[in-house]
């Protein structure tokens, strides 16, 4: 069992340089379009394998609230009550790091028309599409949210 300050995310080798240009559009740090992704993967139920990994950034820059949706989505595909299953953190980490490799293909694909790939892999956001994928990709997540839930905080906070 590791603690978390101990241990590097990994991402997709190719994936560096745009994790590096999101970081710029104003998401924060690597560890936040690493939430980001892993959410957009864990939503679509897709969690992909790397083909070539390389670590990203330390697990001790996860925020508390991140990390308690990391150990929530472990939980919940673990598939039992059991706390005990959330105690390994490197486990938990590995895991994660499946969904957003997923997530950060689906943000491609889907905004395709944002990025360009180098004969090498690697993926960059376009220069000409700096100014428009924020905003593109936040659409694309209000989009992915269950519209019943947005509007059920709305009245919960409402009626408060």
């Not at 895991?95 to 180098?118: P, Q, T, V, W």
Request: aromatic share 8%; glycine share 6%.
């Amino acid at each position: 069992m590791s603690e978390r300050n101990q241990i590097r995310v990994r991402t997709e080798k190719k994936h560096k340089m745009l994790y590096s240009d999101l970081k710029q559009l104003s998401l924060g740090e690597a560890h936040t379009v690493f939430f980001i992704a892993t959410c957009i993967g864990y939503e679509a139920g897709k969690k992909q394998a790397f083909l070539s990994r390389e670590d990203r950034f330390w697990g001790s820059t996860i925020t508390n609230d991140e990390w308690a949706i990391y150990q929530s989505i472990f939980l919940s595909e673990e598939g039992n009550d059991n706390l005990q299953v959330i105690t390994d953190d490197e486990q938990i980490i590995r895991r994660m790091e499946e969904y957003a490799n997923g997530g950060i293909n689906i943000i491609l694909e889907e905004l395709s028309l944002c990025f360009d790939k180098h004969d090498d892999g690697e993926v960059i956001v376009k220069k000409s599409e700096k100014e428009n994928l924020l905003p593109r990709l936040l659409g694309f997540i209000y989009e992915r949210v269950p519209q019943n839930t947005a509007m059920e905080r709305n009245n919960e906070s409402a009626t408060d």
